[in-house]
């Protein structure tokens, strides 16, 4: 019994130092490891970055001029139907409809934003002559409208900033209207419009305006003064009321065509947008009236359009 226990004790002897041998052979050593203790649920979440979603509320007649940007990508497609019954100076009395239709990108972040917009257009004028009745329809592509801004002041109740509108003379040559005061028809020149523009914020009530000084390269028939005042009024998540009053004041009122003698056009522009979640982004869908004002603005006008935002913003 004791050579037994003498065996076994000698064993586990020579285990130990044979363990400790080879520990020194290989350079190890056991030590104790610490494990790091887990970190609190209430500061892995505080220490999540939080990006919170901005609304975008655009105007709609005055887009490339209003002082707020797309947060990302811009798409918007629509059309509208104006018509006008006009007494002309010489020789008569007549009427005019148009259905302009256009597609708009831009592509902008807090502070800057780009884009361009081009249009299809058909009309149909109706009027007396010396010579007889005048009964006529087209239709074409307008010219291309490019515009960037950057708007380097945004505060908590202002927004102010300023950039350009150019108008390329991509048009059909031969395709002019009534109502050509802003190149929705081809001007054959190139159009350049500065101007400056500002929002300001009380609550939800969002009040923009704008001014632009319109010229075009060769001749100044259409030069002039483009202005804007909206209000913009947010009801509810789903619903934006708009109100814009969109006018333009031309230099020069004595055009030698049949479309001279426009002065002062002015429309009230009402309407609102529907907002319908997509994801990150945003659907809206923009019914949009127009009411002239003044003698030479379109009577009446209805349109929507439908636009894509915050794509990719």
């Known amino acids: 019994m004791k050579r037994g226990l003498l065996a076994l004790s000698m064993t586990g002897a020579i285990c130990s130092i044979a363990s400790i041998a080879m520990a020194g052979a290989y350079g190890e050593e056991e030590t104790a490891v610490e494990q790091p203790a887990a970190a609190p649920v209430e500061a892995a979440k505080a220490e999540e970055v939080k990006v919170e979603k901005v609304d975008v509320f655009r105007r709609w007649a005055a887009f490339s001029t209003d002082a707020e940007t797309s947060r990302g990508l811009w798409i918007e497609a629509g059309m509208i139907h104006a018509h006008e019954g006009f007494l002309q100076d010489k020789p008569g009395e007549g009427e005019h409809d148009q259905i302009s239709s256009f597609l708009r990108v831009a592509y902008g972040q807090e502070l800057w934003e780009a884009g361009a917009e081009v249009s299809y257009d058909w009309y149909r004028q109706e009027f007396d002559t010396l010579l007889g009745d005048v009964?006529?329809?087209?239709?074409?592509?307008?010219?291309?409208?490019?515009?960037?801004?950057?708007?380097?002041?945004?505060?908590?109740?202002?927004?102010?900033?300023?950039?350009?509108?150019?108008?390329?003379?991509?048009?059909?040559?031969?395709?002019?209207?009534?109502?050509?005061?802003?190149?929705?028809?081809?001007?054959?020149?190139?159009?350049?419009?500065?101007?400056?523009?500002?929002?300001?914020?009380?609550?939800?009530?969002?009040?923009?305006?704008?001014?632009?000084?319109?010229?075009?390269?060769?001749?100044?028939?259409?030069?002039?003064?483009?202005?804007?005042?909206?209000?913009?009024?947010?009801?509810?998540?789903?619903?934006?009321?708009?109100?814009?009053?969109?006018?333009?004041?031309?230099?020069?009122?004595?055009?030698?065509?049949?479309?001279?003698?426009?002065?002062?056009?002015?429309?009230?522009?009402?309407?609102?947008?529907?907002?319908?979640?997509?994801?990150?982004?945003?659907?809206?869908?923009?019914p949009t009236g127009t009411v002239g004002l003044t003698a030479d603005s379109r009577d009446w006008g209805a349109g929507i359009s439908f636009a894509f935002t915050g794509i990719g913003g």
């Open 135 to 286: 009964d006529d329809d087209d239709h074409g592509f307008g010219d291309l409208e490019m515009f960037g801004k950057v708007i380097p002041l945004r505060t908590k109740y202002v927004d102010l900033g300023g950039g350009l509108v150019i108008s390329a003379p991509t048009g059909e040559a031969d395709f002019r209207g009534f109502q050509n005061y802003r190149g929705s028809f081809t001007t054959d020149e190139w159009g350049f419009d500065p101007f400056v523009t500002a929002g300001f914020h009380a609550g939800p009530l969002h009040v923009r305006t704008s001014f632009g000084y319109q010229v075009y390269t060769g001749f100044n028939d259409y030069d002039g003064l483009d202005y804007n005042a909206t209000i913009l009024l947010p009801i509810g998540d789903m619903l934006v009321f708009r109100s814009e009053f969109d006018g333009f004041h031309f230099f020069d009122d004595s055009r030698g065509t049949i479309y001279a003698h426009k002065d002062e056009v002015l429309d009230w522009v009402p309407g609102f947008d529907i907002r319908i979640p997509v994801g990150d982004a945003e659907f809206l869908i923009r």
